[in-house]
């Protein structure tokens, strides 16, 4: 079944220290979007990159998209500590219903 | 900002008993969904839902679920017979655009059966 597995699964770095969070999926997909979860709350959209685009850059997150290895990687430049948070990649696959399958997701702790 | 939102925020049952959580999707959204989140797992698909009628379903989503838009705003899913199992944060999502594009989430609904 296509699905976002990720790692690793718990990343523990200091404010101002980049974290990278990786992402594969299965099947072939449309898209693949980053979602972000504060502790017991909803999810929040972050970024999304379609198949046929290799990097994307919003504020200071970068993406990079590798179909041929079907994987992903989102990138947070200069943490802070308010980027506490679980992070989930999402992939989006042909079906026209607009499904999105989950990964595991990340959990980012930033230490002050 | 429009948001989607979801009631109750916490709902405790004893197993057996029929739950329905409600939603309220972003007004000029057509696309709706249901996801569910047991503690510390992943977001798991339930079901989709356009133009009153589901569109796709996971293997979860068995009889024991249903959904409805019963009034053009609200958006519910009903479990009949809850079990211990569906203890879980569910979330309803909506979009405008179908295939692609961000879901919008609620903040969930944190259904707990005893």
């Known amino acids: 079944s296509q699905q976002g597995e990720e790692d690793p699964q718990a990343l523990s770095i200091q404010e101002g220290e980049n974290a990278t969070m990786n992402c594969s999926y299965k099947t072939s997909i449309n898209n693949l979007q980053w979602y972000r979860q504060n502790s017991g709350r909803g999810l929040v959209h972050l970024i999304l990159i379609r198949s046929n685009e290799r990097e994307k850059h919003s504020g200071r997150l970068r993406v990079t998209l590798d179909t041929s290895k079907k994987s992903s990687s989102l990138l947070i430049t200069a943490s802070r500590a308010a980027d506490t948070a679980s992070y989930f990649c999402a992939t989006a696959g042909s079906s026209n219903t607009g499904k999105l399958i989950f990964g595991q997701g990340t959990t980012l702790q930033v230490k002050p | 900002e429009p948001e989607v939102t979801q009631t109750p925020s916490h709902q405790v049952t004893q197993m057996g008993q029929e739950v329905i959580l409600r939603c309220v999707p972003i007004?000029?959204?057509?696309?709706f969904y249901w996801y569910r989140q047991i503690l510390g797992q992943k977001v798991e698909f339930l079901v989709s839902?356009?133009?009153?009628?589901?569109?796709?379903k996971s293997e979860i989503f068995d009889d024991q679920f249903s959904v409805e838009r019963p009034d053009g705003s609200n958006f519910t899913l009903k479990i009949r017979s809850t079990k211990l199992e569906d203890s879980a944060m569910y979330f309803c999502?909506?979009?405008?655009?179908?295939?692609?594009?961000?879901?919008?989430f609620g903040e969930g609904s944190r259904l707990t059966v005893l």
């Open positions: 839902f356009y133009n009153n009628e589901i569109s796709e």
């Open positions: 999502a909506s979009r405008r655009t179908p295939a692609t594009g961000e879901l919008f």
């Open positions: 007004s000029n959204h057509l696309y």
